[in-house]
């Protein structure tokens, strides 16, 4: 009796010829290579450095398209952009000590927004390794150590022969829910050296998937079914778990208003009758789910954002569906359910019973026209202007990645993405200069359609050295740049909390003539030709960038004893 454990795949005769007889001239580097091309991988991300030279080497007899960017952290920003375009890994090539810590920023984001990164560094030769100080270039006592507490997992290899199976297990890793990014560090004399191990041909690294313990989604089924008020909360795990189908057939099933989190825009769709949108930093909303007496919180750990800055106190039953163990219940008891959100909400659809609540839409209607009245009371034109100008402008297809600027904290209450995974920011970790660089990832993922970023000026001058990477590769990617003098929402927090701001403000360049030092083409608008202007640019080949000189204002919270 033959069993399937005991089946083995045996080689073909060309198999075992090509095995035994490798090409020369390869080295530790083209492992590398050759399993990132065995996983699937098509494109890689990163910068070359001394110790990193043996990777990039092989990268001249391999297939895979290499994007060079001209700082680290901003090409693991376009890793992480392209990892959430696609879905897949997007490997990140670096090297050694400085080159590989620059990049830390940009994995916190990735690991906040569970985006798949595979991050590989080169380490200083084998003998340095263990701690001790020989005074290698760039050496550092535990350079790994400077990543555990920020990547899912850390991957170091020591020989050649380990190089395809610790890739795999780390591609594994950021592909099992929740996606995150991943390390593996490898000794430069390890990829230098030659290497007779044969040629890396087939990599098997599937993630298992996540799924729901079933007598858990029994109890969450008959909760949601007998609910009088069920609300939703769907946050970037419906996202990344590519569920807006299933969440939209639950709410529909249930008659259950929905909210996105700003990490899960695009989750549910902006104008359906049963959509909140994402209006979470607005007490009216906070009312509305702390009212409700079961709450479905689907791919989110509630954190400050997602909760009002913590004032959100649910006080019927809440069931959370989350994929990161260390999320799942941190902030609010609940029937919680580890399983990735997709998985989940197939059970649940297919368990459920069919509510019939025709007070749901209206109830939305009423909150959506309560939000309404209370920005219409600020006197913010100019902010909806530039917002709606913005949007008026973008294709409905097409992605768009925002720093962390004023306009992009509008735009995580305010703006319609028009599908899921349409709209990224840097919410995640909160750092600057993420939405060039990753917007540039984007287009590499996808070039067919047009690409938007938006910064503000500081921002901006986080990545601007990516202008000659966009050049260089002639990527549809239009960069709006607002343009407030300085660092506009920490001036407008220090005025507020101290009637006066200090280190806010910054001598800036010319942006448009900077942008057309490197060659790609920069306007002037205003927020009247903002729409006209941008239309312009996002239909233009190639990058573009438009500048728009405005002090914008946020709406006031809702959080805070003092405000309404």
């Known amino acids: 009796?033959?069993?399937?454990?005991?089946?083995?795949?045996?080689?073909?005769?060309?198999?075992?010829?090509?095995?035994?007889?490798?090409?020369?001239?390869?080295?530790?580097?083209?492992?590398?290579?050759?399993?990132l091309a065995g996983l699937g991988a098509t494109t890689v991300f990163g910068l070359p450095g001394q110790h990193a030279l043996g990777m990039f080497d092989a990268l001249r007899r391999s297939d895979l398209r290499y994007v060079g960017l001209r700082v680290e952290n901003n090409a693991g920003f376009a890793a992480d952009a392209y990892g959430r375009i696609t879905g897949e890994a997007a490997p990140l090539l670096l090297s050694?000590?400085?080159?590989?810590?620059?990049?830390?920023?940009?994995?916190?984001?990735?690991?906040?927004?569970?985006?798949?990164?595979?991050?590989?560094?080169?380490?200083?030769?084998?003998?340095?390794?263990?701690?001790?100080?020989?005074?290698?270039?760039h050496e550092l006592p535990d350079q790994a150590a400077s990543f555990r507490g920020v990547v899912k997992s850390v991957h170091t290899v020591r020989t050649q022969s380990q190089i395809p199976s610790a890739i795999a297990e780390a591609w594994e890793s950021a592909l099992t829910a929740p996606h995150g990014p991943v390390w593996v560090e490898i000794p430069q004399d390890v990829l230098l050296a030659e290497t007779h191990l044969p040629v890396v041909t087939a990599v098997d690294a599937?993630?298992?998937e996540l799924a729901p313990r079933p007598e858990l989604t029994a109890v969450a089924a008959d909760l949601l079914s007998s609910a009088a008020r069920p609300a939703i909360i769907a946050g970037g795990g419906a996202v990344r778990s590519d569920a807006s189908g299933k969440l939209k057939a639950l709410a529909e099933k249930l008659q259950a208003?929905?909210?996105?989190?700003?990490?899960?825009?695009?989750?549910?769709?902006?104008?359906?009758?049963?959509?909140?949108?994402s209006w979470l930093e607005d007490r009216h909303t906070t009312d509305l789910l702390e009212d409700a007496d079961v709450l479905l919180v689907v791919?989110?750990?509630?954190?400050?954002?997602?909760?009002?800055?913590?004032?959100?106190?649910?006080?019927?039953?809440?069931?959370?569906i989350e994929a990161d163990l260390g999320k799942l219940e941190s902030n609010h008891p609940a029937l919680g359910i580890h399983a990735d959100a997709r998985l989940a909400l197939q059970a649940l659809l297919e368990t459920v019973s069919q509510r019939d609540d025709a007070s749901a839409p209206e109830r939305v209607r009423a909150l959506l026209a309560k939000v309404r009245d209370r920005i219409?009371?600020?006197?913010?034109?100019?902010?909806?202007?530039?917002?709606?100008?913005?949007?008026?402008?973008?294709?409905?297809d097409s992605p768009s990645f925002w720093d962390m600027t004023i306009l992009a904290y509008w735009a995580w209450s305010a703006f319609d993405p028009k599908g899921p995974n349409?709209?990224?920011?840097?919410?995640?970790?909160?750092?600057?200069?993420?939405?060039?660089?990753?917007?540039?990832?984007?287009?590499?993922?996808?070039?067919?359609?047009?690409?938007?970023?938006?910064?503000?000026?500081?921002?901006?001058?986080?990545?601007?050295?990516?202008?000659?990477?966009?050049?260089?590769?002639d990527l549809p990617v239009t960069w709006l740049i607002i343009d407030d003098g300085g660092y506009g929402i920490l001036r407008e927090y220090m005025t507020d909390a101290f009637g006066s701001a200090m280190g806010t403000e910054l001598t800036r360049p010319d942006?448009?003539?900077?942008?057309?030092?490197?060659?790609?083409?920069?306007?002037?608008?205003?927020?009247?030709?903002?729409?006209?202007?941008?239309?312009?640019?996002?239909?233009?080949?190639?990058?573009?960038?438009?500048?728009l000189p405005a002090v914008l204002r946020m709406f006031a919270p809702t959080h805070l004893p003092s405000t309404p």
């Open 257 to 277: 208003p929905v909210v996105t989190t700003f990490g899960g825009k695009g989750a549910f769709p902006w104008k359906h009758p049963l959509s909140l949108q």
């Open 376 to 396: 219409a009371a600020q006197e913010l034109t100019l902010e909806q202007q530039v917002l709606a100008s913005v949007r008026a402008a973008l294709p409905s």
């Open 1 to 35: 009796m033959t069993h399937d454990h005991d089946l083995v795949l045996r080689p073909t005769p060309a198999q075992t010829e090509a095995a035994l007889n490798p090409p020369p001239g390869r080295n530790g580097g083209d492992l590398v290579v050759e399993t």
């Open 206 to 208: 599937t993630p298992e």
């Open 299 to 320: 791919g989110s750990g509630l954190g400050e954002l997602s909760s009002n800055y913590h004032t959100f106190k649910p006080r019927g039953r809440v069931i959370q």
């Open 96 to 137: 050694t000590g400085p080159g590989a810590l620059t990049s830390l920023a940009a994995l916190q984001e990735a690991a906040a927004a569970s985006a798949p990164v595979l991050a590989i560094s080169s380490q200083v030769p084998t003998a340095g390794l263990g701690g001790g100080r020989h005074g290698y270039l």
């Open 511 to 547: 942006f448009v003539a900077l942008a057309e030092s490197f060659g790609v083409p920069g306007v002037r608008t205003t927020p009247e030709s903002l729409e006209a202007d941008l239309s312009k640019a996002l239909a233009t080949p190639g990058p573009s960038v438009v500048v």
């Open 422 to 473: 349409h709209m990224h920011s840097a919410q995640g970790a909160g750092g600057l200069g993420y939405g060039f660089p990753a917007a540039l990832g984007a287009a590499v993922a996808d070039g067919s359609r047009p690409v938007l970023a938006v910064s503000g000026d500081g921002g901006a001058l986080y990545s601007i050295a990516e202008l000659a990477t966009a050049k260089q590769y």
